[in-house]
T-cell receptor, first 114, second 114 residues
Framework: NAGVTQTPKFQVLKTGQSMTLQCAQD?????MYWYRQDPGMGLRLIYY???????DKGEVPNGYNVSRLNKREFSLRLESAAPSQTSVYFC?????????????FGPGTRLTVT | GDSVTQMEGPVTLSEEAFLTINCTYT??????LFWYVQYPGEGLQLLLK?????DKGSNKGFEATYRKETTSFHLEKGSVQVSDSAVYFC?????????????FGAGTRLFVKA
């Protein structure tokens, strides 16, 4: 089991460029999430997908779009990157039943926008 | 709304010292409570959890007890090691947060000196 995988691990973009962050999980989880982590700000939820076919905005969705491609994959797209989007991005997933509220995190993508 | 407050860091301890990281929460229902740990350069991973009042979660020598009367879930360890240096996040989740969304505290950084 790989758990939650994210690509790329590092990325540098220029202002205005676009990119897609990829996330996949092999735990058959229903729910998937995208967070950003900034110094002193903790984790902030960008978007989430409660189940395949649904997506919803989180706390800080502006400037981002998401796609739940299938049950395994959940991608995050920056259409026109801005320096304020410099951050570490984490994807997470959670299952159902007794363990439904535990989240499993990927290793993160460190994004710098210049 | 629901929220989690944890003590500010950094916390600096010598090896074999006793650790307490305070966490209090506000919730309208009966959430599950969690401690997550983040080692440098990695994503968060679940350290321990408790799903109802008076439950004690434990793992790797860490413990926390779900105290409904004081709305607290303090993390403790009797003897810390250098390898425990990390950032610790208190979190809550449950039906009243939407069934799957997790509310994270801001994180407490722990440094353990040899």
């Amino acid at each position: 089991n790989a758990g939650v995988t994210q690509t790329p691990k590092f990325q540098v973009l220029k202002t205005g460029q676009s990119m897609t962050l990829q996330c996949a999980q092999d735990m058959n989880h229903n729910s998937m999430y995208w967070y950003r982590q900034d110094p002193g700000m903790g984790l902030r939820l960008i978007y989430y997908s409660a189940s395949e076919g649904t997506t919803d905005k989180g706390e800080v969705p502006n400037g981002y779009n998401v796609s739940r491609l299938n049950k395994r994959e959940f991608s995050l797209r920056l259409e026109s990157a801005a320096p304020s989007q410099t951050s570490v991005y984490f994807c997470a997933s959670s299952g159902q039943g007794a363990s439904s509220y535990e989240q499993y995190f990927g290793p993160g993508t460190r994004l710098t926008v210049t | 709304g629901d929220s989690v407050t944890q003590m500010e860091g950094p916390v600096t301890l010598s090896e074999e010292a006793f650790l307490t990281i305070n966490c209090t929460y506000t919730a309208t229902g009966y959430p599950s409570l969690f401690w997550y740990v983040q080692y440098p350069g990695e994503g968060l991973q679940l350290l321990l959890k408790a799903t109802k009042a008076d439950d004690k979660g434990s793992n790797k020598g860490f413990e926390a007890t779900y105290r409904k009367e004081t709305t607290s879930f303090h993390l403790e360890k009797g003897s810390v090691q250098v390898s425990d240096s990390a950032v610790y996040f208190c979190a809550l989740s449950g039906i009243d947060t939407g069934g799957f969304k997790t509310i994270f505290g801001a994180g407490t950084r722990l440094f353990v000196k040899a």
